[in-house]
């Protein structure tokens, strides 16, 4: 099991009061010291362009290293942020990710900027923004390791992800908030692929104040059974702390129990995984969050020092209707 970490993902700025700023990889490698697991650095690779081009446009590219170079904090839209050390942590990142899909471990990326966000050339889809992303290294990844699946439990939809694997015969299975309810907006049921990448995408919306029973329905019921069928032989895993209770962007409900449980099933496929920090605002839940993972990693977990949650009838109820028009339009390509 290896922890990715380098100082350079906190040269990553966002400007005051932003909530994805350098502070929480403080906190989420406070959890890791607690779990007495080492740190990894990514080296420097060679071939960083090369892969991140089979998941971005070069002009996008090339526009993300001019704002880099300018020397100053520079606002891309009215949520994300560019400054002059945000090339070398989003290029770092992707460093991080081709490393540990060649180890072939296991492994928790602790990096920014988050990425699932972004899209080819930037915003994906009908979002207003990026989201806090500049390159989508959980696309990257998955461009890169042979027989990938990509599992994106971070609260909001991986809307860039979708977007760069689409057409591709790549698994994407993303669980996220109700996009009538929170940003980006996408990530409905009906949206499951295009041409070869028909039936490998995979959106399960969940509505609001969903507990941890709720979430582990959701796997057991599509996620797990999908995942076994595919069969990937590397699993990205796009991780956000934000579908947590105490998380102040988002609304759904979970403890890290739901996490825990998310993970184990994960882990229960016997294929490398690789975790990459994505979202999760919260500092105490980055910490004990991150915390939980490495042990789960390192086959020393224990049960997190929270009462797990329970679904309010309303969402339960909401929660089977929604389940019933996944598998009525996933069923056309896996046994559900
Ligand atoms: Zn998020």
């Not at 290294?137 to 990938?148: P, S």
Request: a negative charge; aromatic letters at 8%; charged letters at 20%.
């Amino acid at each position: 099991m290896r922890v990715y970490y380098d100082d350079v993902f906190k040269g990553h700025e966002t400007g005051p009061g932003h909530p994805e700023n350098p502070r929480r990889l403080d906190y989420a490698l406070e959890g890791i010291r607690d779990a007495g697991a080492p740190l990894v650095a990514p080296r420097a690779r060679d071939d960083v362009l090369q892969h991140l081009e089979a998941a971005h446009g070069r002009d996008y590219i090339r526009y993300i290293e001019d704002l880099c170079s300018l020397g100053n904090l520079t606002e891309l839209d009215g949520d994300t942020w560019v400054s002059p050390g945000t090339c070398n942590a989003a290029f770092t990142a992707v460093s991080a990710i081709l490393d540990a899909l060649d180890s072939r471990e296991h492994a928790y990326i602790l990096a920014r900027p988050p990425g699932h966000h972004a899209g080819r050339s930037g915003r994906a889809l009908t979002a207003p923004t990026q989201g806090f992303c500049i390159f989508n290294t959980a696309a990257v990844g998955a461009l890169y390791g042979e027989g990938a699946a990509v599992v994106d439990i971070d609260v909001h939809h991986g809307n860039g992800t979708q977007e760069i694997l689409y057409d591709r015969d790549v698994l994407y299975i993303s669980t996220h908030q109700d996009p009538l309810t929170l940003y980006p907006g996408t990530g409905f049921p009906d949206e499951v692929g295009r041409g070869r990448g028909e039936g490998f995408n995979v959106n399960v919306p969940m509505p609001p104040g969903l507990g941890d029973d709720g979430f582990k329905k959701i796997f057991d019921e599509v996620v797990m059974p999908i995942l076994r069928q595919y069969g990937p032989r590397v699993l990205i895993v796009s991780l956000g702390w934000d579908a947590h209770k105490e998380d102040p962007l988002a609304d759904m409900g979970f403890t890290l129990n739901g996490y825990r449980y998310a993970i184990r099933s994960l882990l229960s496929l016997n294929v490398p995984a690789v975790f990459l920090l994505e979202g999760g605002y919260n500092y105490a839940v980055l910490k004990e969050g991150s915390k939980m993972l490495a042990m789960e990693l390192a086959g020393l977990g224990r049960a997190p020092p929270e009462e797990p949650s329970a679904s309010d009838h309303s969402a339960w109820g909401r929660l089977t209707k929604i389940l019933a028009e996944v598998r009525s339009i996933q069923s056309r390509y896996w046994r559900l």
